[in-house]
């Protein structure tokens, strides 16, 4: 089932991901996230991959957009700009 599915994001360790998966869930799209490096007993959690159902692609990067927006300074990809790009 994942194999079809698309990287929408890509975090720097495990709770960001799953941060990032609950949002998507609770904006009712659904996301996974995965490890594609170590497998996660190493430890070490690097680039997780958030993705979604290729339908829900366009969806999801809009609400990713907007998120990051307003994510706090530091977050990847995003926030702490106040919107002024």
């Known amino acids: 089932m994942e194999t079809d599915w698309v990287v929408v994001f890509v975090a720097a360790n495990r709770a960001v991901a799953d941060m990032v ?10 996301a996974t996230a995965r490890s594609p490096g170590l497998p996660p007993y190493i430890g070490v959690d690097m680039n997780v991959e958030v ?3 290729p ?5 999801a990067r809009r ?3 907007a998120f990051l927006e307003g994510a706090p300074e530091g977050w990847p990809d995003g926030g ?4 002024d790009n």
């Open 21 to 30: 998966v609950d949002f998507l869930s609770h904006e009712g799209i659904r």
């Open 51 to 53: 993705l979604v159902a």
């Open 55 to 59: 339908e829900q692609e366009d969806e």
């Open 63 to 65: 609400a990713l957009g």
């Open 80 to 83: 702490g700009n106040g919107g």
